[in-house]
Protein backbone atom coordinates (compact mmCIF):
# COMPACT_ATOMS: atom_id res chain seq x y z
CA UNK A 1 0.00 0.00 0.00
CA UNK A 2 1.29 3.27 -0.68
CA UNK A 3 2.07 5.87 2.08
CA UNK A 4 1.56 9.42 2.42
CA UNK A 5 5.74 9.54 2.42
CA UNK A 6 5.70 7.73 -1.20
CA UNK A 7 3.24 9.72 -2.81
CA UNK A 8 4.39 12.55 -5.27
CA UNK A 9 3.96 16.97 -4.51
CA UNK A 10 0.23 17.57 -5.46
CA UNK A 11 0.14 20.12 -8.05
CA UNK A 12 0.56 23.78 -7.39
CA UNK A 13 -3.04 25.68 -8.05
CA UNK A 14 -2.97 27.34 -11.15
CA UNK A 15 -5.54 29.90 -9.70
CA UNK A 16 -3.87 32.49 -6.97
CA UNK A 17 -6.30 32.35 -5.43
CA UNK A 18 -6.80 28.82 -4.62
CA UNK A 19 -5.59 27.21 -1.29
CA UNK A 20 -6.99 24.02 -1.82
CA UNK A 21 -6.39 21.65 -5.09
CA UNK A 22 -9.10 18.93 -5.06
CA UNK A 23 -7.81 15.89 -7.68
CA UNK A 24 -11.18 13.78 -8.85
CA UNK A 25 -12.44 12.29 -11.66
CA UNK A 26 -15.56 11.93 -13.45
CA UNK A 27 -17.59 8.57 -11.73
CA UNK A 28 -15.58 8.72 -8.75
CA UNK A 29 -18.48 8.02 -5.73
CA UNK A 30 -15.84 9.25 -3.12
CA UNK A 31 -14.99 12.32 -4.86
CA UNK A 32 -18.83 13.60 -5.76
CA UNK A 33 -19.49 12.64 -1.86
CA UNK A 34 -16.23 15.04 -0.52
CA UNK A 35 -16.64 18.29 -2.91
CA UNK A 36 -19.28 19.62 -1.46
CA UNK A 37 -17.44 19.73 2.28
CA UNK A 38 -14.63 20.81 0.62
CA UNK A 39 -16.13 24.09 -1.01
CA UNK A 40 -18.13 24.94 1.93
CA UNK A 41 -15.01 24.64 4.30
CA UNK A 42 -12.98 26.88 1.75
CA UNK A 43 -16.18 28.89 0.99
CA UNK A 44 -15.96 29.73 5.31
CA UNK A 45 -12.38 30.98 5.27
CA UNK A 46 -12.40 32.69 2.34
CA UNK A 47 -11.11 31.08 -0.50
CA UNK A 48 -11.70 28.57 -3.58
CA UNK A 49 -10.76 25.29 -4.30
CA UNK A 50 -9.15 24.42 -7.97
CA UNK A 51 -11.03 21.29 -8.92
CA UNK A 52 -8.55 19.15 -11.45
CA UNK A 53 -9.90 16.03 -13.62
CA UNK A 54 -6.98 13.73 -13.62
CA UNK A 55 -8.03 12.08 -16.64
CA UNK A 56 -7.49 15.18 -18.04
CA UNK A 57 -3.90 15.44 -17.31
CA UNK A 58 -1.74 12.20 -18.17
CA UNK A 59 1.05 13.27 -15.32
CA UNK A 60 -1.68 13.93 -12.41
CA UNK A 61 -3.57 10.27 -13.79
CA UNK A 62 -0.13 8.61 -13.63
CA UNK A 63 0.61 9.85 -10.40
CA UNK A 64 -2.74 9.70 -8.57
CA UNK A 65 -4.90 7.35 -10.41
CA UNK A 66 -5.50 5.10 -7.25
CA UNK A 67 -5.93 7.56 -4.61
CA UNK A 68 -9.38 10.16 -5.84
CA UNK A 69 -10.07 12.26 -4.32
CA UNK A 70 -7.19 14.41 -2.99
CA UNK A 71 -7.56 17.27 -0.96
CA UNK A 72 -3.98 19.13 -1.28
CA UNK A 73 -3.85 22.18 0.99
CA UNK A 74 -0.98 24.92 0.54
CA UNK A 75 0.67 22.33 -1.58
CA UNK A 76 0.41 19.48 1.18
CA UNK A 77 -2.11 16.69 0.78
CA UNK A 78 -4.25 16.84 3.48
CA UNK A 79 -6.18 13.71 2.80
CA UNK A 80 -7.18 10.89 0.57
CA UNK A 81 -10.74 9.39 -0.32
CA UNK A 82 -12.64 11.38 2.21
CA UNK A 83 -12.73 14.59 4.04
CA UNK A 84 -13.17 15.40 7.63
CA UNK A 85 -14.81 18.87 7.65
CA UNK A 86 -13.31 19.27 11.41
CA UNK A 87 -9.57 19.02 9.98
CA UNK A 88 -10.04 20.57 6.54
CA UNK A 89 -11.06 23.75 8.43
CA UNK A 90 -7.88 23.73 10.97
CA UNK A 91 -5.55 23.28 8.14
CA UNK A 92 -7.13 26.23 6.78
CA UNK A 93 -6.93 28.00 9.60
CA UNK A 94 -3.11 27.77 9.97
CA UNK A 95 -2.64 28.67 6.80
CA UNK A 96 -4.39 32.00 7.70
CA UNK A 97 -1.70 33.52 9.31
CA UNK A 98 -0.06 33.45 6.31
CA UNK A 99 -0.30 36.38 3.59
CA UNK A 100 1.07 35.75 -0.12
CA UNK A 101 4.07 34.25 -0.96
CA UNK A 102 4.27 32.39 2.34
CA UNK A 103 5.28 35.49 4.46
CA UNK A 104 3.49 36.11 7.92
CA UNK A 105 1.25 39.28 7.94
CA UNK A 106 3.67 40.35 11.20
CA UNK A 107 6.95 39.66 9.45
CA UNK A 108 6.05 41.88 6.39
CA UNK A 109 4.19 44.46 8.51
CA UNK A 110 7.39 44.84 10.85
CA UNK A 111 10.02 45.15 7.79
CA UNK A 112 7.13 48.06 6.84
CA UNK A 113 7.71 49.33 10.25
CA UNK A 114 11.43 49.38 10.79
CA UNK A 115 11.98 51.41 7.25
Known amino acids: MTTPADLPAPPQPRDPDARIVYLTREGCHL ?30 REDWNDHVPVIAVDGAVLSRYEVDADELRRALARGAVRGRGGARPATWLGRLLRR
Open 31 to 60: CDVALPTVRAEADRAGTVVEVRDIDAEPAL
